[in-house]
């Protein structure tokens, strides 16, 4: 009788290994029934951002930026829990006074501050550029860090 020597996969692996396959079926499933398209990744290179890393961000352009209700070149000056406290620098349109405090996307949490979902960590003391909707501020390009040639995009860009 011959000696088989074949490595055996155990049982358990194969059975997880079918889990895996089912879990990522149903879950592309319920993205495409959702009717979430992903968004093409960012060029690094544009210094704005356009999907974040699971690509269920609305692709940055300046006509979607020209459509939130306001934007702004700000400094965060606090960070509690997800409402960030900005003073404003520059209003572009739809901000009224020198402060705001608007709802942020919590990706993370950290001892330095608290980051937009697909967005910037905000650190107070820190410059950002920040577009949204009514309390909120939107992410994955629509709020980031401050930078001389996007704050000339966005200062040039038509107001709702």
Do not use: H, K
């Not at 609305?58 to 939130?68: F, K």
Request: net charge negative; aromatic share 8%.
């Amino acid at each position: 009788m011959s000696e088989n020597t074949q490595p055996r996969i155990p049982r358990w692996a194969v059975a997880l290994s079918g889990v895996a396959v089912a879990v990522a079926v149903v879950a592309m499933a319920a993205i495409q029934l959702s009717g979430v398209t992903p968004a093409a990744s960012p060029d690094p290179t544009d210094g704005v951002g356009g999907g974040d890393a699971a690509g269920m961000c609305i692709q940055y352009s300046i006509e979607e930026l020209s459509s939130r209700d306001f934007a702004f070149d700000g400094t965060a000056t606090a960070v509690n829990g997800d409402q960030a406290t900005f003073g404003v620098n520059t209003a572009f349109w739809g901000v009224e006074g020198t402060s705001i405090t608007l709802t942020a996307g919590i990706g993370m949490i950290s001892e330095q501050g608290v980051a937009l979902d697909g967005g910037p960590l905000l650190v107070i003391g820190e410059r950002y550029l920040v577009s949204g909707d009514d309390i909120y501020a939107w992410t994955c390009g629509y709020s980031l860090v401050y930078d001389p040639a996007a704050a000339a995009e966005w200062a040039a860009a038509p107001a709702p």
